[in-house]
T-cell receptor, first 113, second 109 residues
Framework: KAGVTQTPRYLIKTRGQQVTLSCSPI?????VSWYQQTPGQGLQFLFE???????NKGNFPGRFSGRQFSNSRSEMNVSTLELGDSALYLC????????????FGAGSRLTVL | GENVEQHPSTLSVQEGDSAVIKCTYS??????FPWYKQELGKGPQLIID?????GEKKDQRIAVTLNKTAKHFSLHITETQPEDSAVYFC????????FGQGTILTVHP
């Protein structure tokens, strides 16, 4: 059974650019959550999607957005990149929304120069 | 919202010793408490979890205890091995997971 797949694994962008990250959940999982991981802030919740609808949202500016497709695959987008957006972006999937077991992908490492 | 405090931030033990990591949470509505292990270059991996209707759960060398009244829960690893070295995160959830800051566990051979 394939795990959670995130692409790309590594990317480098410059300030002001935008980036799109992709996440393919475990087959049958309908919920996808996104987290930002940095050394200083730890794991911070970005948002959760379930059945193509955003169910929860963390305290991030509007530059961070996401969406989910009918096949449960999800993308997140960060516009007007800042140096502080450099982080590991983790996607996790689960069967249902809410307090359920999350299975994480390996993450997408974003570096903003 | 939920706030999760995790201690210690670093923990160094000798192989064979026990390791204990403690977390407190603020939201009494939280009812799900997982623990994740993250190795270098990988995403967090669930190692054990407990729900609020249970006080203790054990899986081989790993155990978790939950005190709902005091709003704290702990991870216990017995007979530690070098491969247990990693970053461990606790989390609490009612509708979304809020993570602690992590504990870097180092097990010396």
């Amino acid at each position: 059974k394939a795990g959670v797949t995130q692409t790309p694994r590594y990317l480098i962008k410059t300030r002001g650019q935008q980036v799109t990250l992709s996440c393919s959940p475990i087959s049958g999982h309908r919920s996808v959550s996104w987290y930002q991981q940095t050394p200083g802030q730890g794991l911070q919740f970005l948002f959760e999607y379930f059945s193509e609808t955003q169910r929860n949202k963390g305290n991030f500016p509007g530059r961070f957005s996401g969406r989910q497709f009918s096949n449960s695959r999800s993308e997140m987008n960060v516009s007007t990149l800042e140096l502080g957006d450099s982080a590991l972006y983790l996607c996790a999937s689960s069967l249902q929304s809410g307090a359920n077991v999350l299975t994480f992908g390996a993450g997408s490492r974003l570096t903003v120069l | 919202g939920e706030n999760v405090e995790q201690h210690p931030s670093t923990l160094s033990v000798q192989e064979g010793d026990s390791a204990v990591i403690k977390c407190t949470y603020s939201d009494s509505a939280s009812n799900y408490f997982p623990w994740y292990k993250q190795e270098l270059g990988k995403g967090p991996q669930l190692i054990i979890d407990i729900r609020s209707n249970v006080g203790e759960k054990k899986d081989q060398r790993i155990a978790v205890t939950l005190n709902k009244t005091a709003k704290h829960f702990s991870l216990h690893i017995t007979e530690t091995q070098p491969e247990d070295s990693a970053v461990y995160f606790c989390a609490a959830s009612s509708m979304k997971l809020t993570f602690g800051q992590g504990t870097i566990l180092t097990v010396h051979p």
